[in-house]
Every structure is written in C-alpha cells, then in structure tokens.
C-alpha cells in the first residue's frame, strides 16, 4: 500500500500513514527494539513506555490546543 500525502498539524502523529521499518539486530544498537541489544528486560520496557508516553503527550497537547482555538471562538 503506497503511502499518501495528506494535510496534518505540524507534528501530529499521522497514525493512518504509518510504516514499519525494520532493522538489523546489533549490539552496539540501543533501540529497545532491537532483540540483539544489550538492554535488560525492565531497561527496554522503561525505553517503551517512555516513547509511548511521549507520543501521548504530544497527541494530547495538539487536542487541548484544537480545543482551546475552538473555545477562544
């Protein structure tokens, strides 16, 4: 499925266009997704969560900004 250019906000999170990107395991690598990696099992989750919670936030941010343009109206 080839992706589309579509207009969003700067930075939102374009979750229908996403793309899965894979790479190579290593060692040296310190992505919580890499299975070669020299994380530990509670380093990776904690590397997980805070990514996710990152996204959160800003996804979270843009809805209060919307929300706040919309009641300044």
Do not use: H
Not at 9 to 22: E, I, R
Not at 23 to 50: F, G, H, M, Q, W
């Amino acid at each position: 499925m080839a992706s589309q250019k579509k207009k969003r906000q700067n930075g939102a999170v374009d979750w229908s266009n996403m793309k899965v990107t894979f790479v190579s395991a290593s060692s040296v690598d310190e992505n919580p997704l890499n299975p070669a990696c020299k994380l530990t099992k509670e380093e990776r989750e904690k590397i997980i969560i805070t990514i996710a919670a990152r996204i959160l936030n800003d996804e979270t941010d843009r809805v209060y900004n919307a929300m706040a343009y919309i009641l300044k109206k």
